[in-house]
């Protein structure tokens, strides 16, 4: 479980970073829903080369492998709710590098989630300990022949 946590907080950490930088860089070039195809096109070149995008597409891509990676060893139902640690993430950095405005209760819904998270982890640690146990006593069982 350990190794899941770490790789999944740099997955995290690597997702959450990417899209702070897409949507940074996407700001500077313009809002797309008021573009015509010519101006979207334009836009769509110039992202090509804008660092901004470049670089969150690439932590984009380190999320996804590290991602597959943990999902190699790792329940589904264990890592994928582990992905919601990028709430947390995604809001403070929002708040501090895009000065968006968070409410209260979008804070108590992260929150929430943190919470949910912990659970899940918890469970799964609880899980484990549990099948190796039943696991230790069918093997007694067979080697003194109670099976």
Not at 37 to 47: E, R
Not at 98 to 124: D, M, P, Q
Request: aromatic fraction near 6%; include cysteine.
């Amino acid at each position: 479980m350990f190794k899941t946590i770490i790789i999944m907080i740099l997955a995290v950490a690597a997702g959450t970073i990417g899209d702070i930088l897409l949507a940074k860089g996407m700001k500077q070039l313009g809002d797309l829903s008021t573009m015509n195809l010519k101006g979207i096109i334009d836009v769509a070149l110039k992202a090509m080369t804008e660092w901004k995008i470049v670089l969150g597409t690439a932590m984009l891509a380190l999320f996804f492998f590290l991602w597959l990676a943990v999902l190699s060893w790792e329940d589904l139902t264990v890592a994928l709710p582990m992905q919601a640690l990028n709430y947390v993430l995604v809001a403070l950095l929002a708040k501090y590098l895009l000065h968006e405005e968070i409410s209260l209760l979008r804070w108590a819904g992260i929150a929430l989630v943190c919470v949910g998270v912990i659970l899940i982890t918890k469970s799964s640690a609880d899980d484990k300990k549990t099948s190796d146990k039943l696991a230790h006593a069918i093997q007694s069982e067979i080697k003194t022949g109670g099976v």
